[in-house]
């Protein structure tokens, strides 16, 4: 079994800055590659940002391309999403996913296959 636990959330200003943390743990896995979606109120779970395994590759939405940066550190098994120039319609529940393919643009919802409980952020105006 694979655990995937987000942190970081937060209620922040617009402008502000956050930084998300994913951590995995349980069955070992090698290759993989993670992504973070996000879930506004009354609105479908939407794709942020994915990472290849190596993290040579890197992929984003564009409603945060230029402000949210993803990374990882394979040593800690750990994910990050640092999210600058925070607007309103960044708020929702962030939730981190992992993919055992760990290369190519997959960027839809069904092909991860393990998901994190998520992480609220809340930007105001």
């Known amino acids: 079994q694979v655990q995937l636990v987000e942190s970081g959330g937060g209620l922040v200003q617009a402008g502000d800055s956050l930084a998300l943390s994913c951590a995995i743990s349980?069955?070992?896995?090698?290759?993989?590659?993670m992504g973070w979606f996000r879930q506004a109120p009354g609105k479908e779970r939407e794709f942020v940002s994915r990472?290849?395994?190596?993290?040579?590759?890197?992929y984003y939405a564009d409603s945060v391309k230029g402000r949210f940066t993803i990374s990882r550190d394979n040593a800690k098994n750990t994910v990050y999403l640092q999210m600058n120039s925070l607007k309103p319609e960044d708020t929702a529940v962030y939730y981190c996913?992992?993919?055992?393919?760990?290369?190519?643009?997959?960027?839809?919802?069904?092909?991860?296959?393990?998901w994190g409980r998520g992480t609220q952020v809340t930007v105001s105006s």
């Open positions: 990472i290849s395994w190596t993290g040579g590759s890197t």
């Open positions: 996913a992992l993919d055992r393919v760990g290369w190519g643009d997959r960027l839809e919802e069904y092909e991860y296959d393990y």
């Open positions: 349980g069955r070992a896995f090698s290759n993989y590659a």
